[in-house]
């Protein structure tokens, strides 16, 4: 199966597993009535909202660019995971509002042993699945499978946090704990999705690729552009998995159309071999236009 094909397919897999994760959610709590489990159970329709998010980003990122969008579709990621990190602080605020009429009016949730059991057997499901989602989403550089990891993993801590309180509440038979604990999940949630959505902005404000990315692009430069002077005002930026680079590379003036097309192709070769999924831009200069703070070749 393609690289494409197959991300397509874990993408609509995360919707599957969500849909799945929250009915059994909806059952732990329908059986205790616990406020905890019900927030618990409301951050995992959010789970499903942002799956069907990142399967339409994921689906619009492999399309080819067309006259319309000459760069492609790759940043409609960033979009999706903007929107993961929305509807995170969205079902935080909500848990808050449901905590607060819970704290007001305290009872002790009911049939301890079946709920916190289902919850537990939700979370395994979860853990694994965002195991192997970040890992995969990282591999082929996927921004909205990872923001759909890490908001796996926000959700596997919320409910791990929620089953400790709720023995807790159990076994204090202060029922007001319930509130507490549902409030406390929320706060961390809201942290959870301010990261996601600072990550991805920084993706749509073409952010440039990370330092050590950047060292390996100037030494590829440096070792095959012989032939040429230097090179200079190198820039960089990602855009999901795509990753642009352009930069001037000054020539002899004397030097051929030809000869210079040649070093640039040997650079582009090398550039491909080395960093993954690139587009390459090269502006060739006469001798007079070095600006001698970039790479020099000769």
């Known amino acids: 199966m393609a690289v494409t094909d197959r991300t397509l397919a874990i993408a609509a897999a995360s919707l599957a597993v969500g849909i799945g994760v929250l009915g059994l959610k ?53 979009f999706s995971a903007v929107l993961v990190g929305v509807m995170i602080i969205i079902a935080a605020v909500l848990i808050l509002r449901e905590a607060y009429y819970g704290f007001m009016e305290p009872k002790l949730p009911e049939a301890p042993v079946e709920g916190l ?27 909205a499978l990872v923001a759909d990891a ?70 590829v430069i440096a070792q095959n552009a012989d032939g040429a002077i230097e090179a200079h005002d190198i820039r960089t930026r990602q855009a999901g998995k795509l990753i642009f680079i352009d930069f001037h590379l000054v020539v002899p003036g004397a030097m051929s159309v030809e000869a210079a097309h040649t070093i640039c192709d040997g650079i582009e070769a090398k550039l491909r071999d080395a960093v993954q999924d690139v587009q390459i831009t090269i502006h060739v200069e006469p001798e007079d236009k070095a600006k001698h703070n970039g790479i020099v070749v000769v």
């Open 150 to 219: 890490k908001h796996l993993m926000t959700d596997v801590v919320s409910t791990f946090g929620v089953i400790i309180g709720l023995i807790l509440v159990y076994l204090t038979g202060i029922a007001a704990l319930d509130s507490v604990l549902a409030g406390l999940v929320a706060l961390n949630i809201l942290w959870s999705g301010w990261g996601v959505i600072r990550e991805s902005v920084g993706g749509l404000m073409d952010v440039a690729v990370p330092t050590e990315t950047q060292k390996t692009i100037r030494e």
């Open 26 to 78: 909806l059952i732990a709590w329908w059986l205790t009535g616990s406020i905890a489990l019900y927030s618990d159970a409301l951050e995992s329709i959010v789970n499903v909202v942002t799956a069907i998010a990142a399967l339409i980003a994921v689906r619009l990122a492999q399309r080819p660019a067309n006259a319309s969008l000459p760069y492609g579709y790759h940043k409609a990621e960033y």
């Open 117 to 143: 059991a289902i919850s537990i057997g939700a979370s395994l499901i979860n853990v694994a699945w965002a195991r192997y989602l970040k890992r995969y989403g990282s591999r082929v550089r996927s921004p």
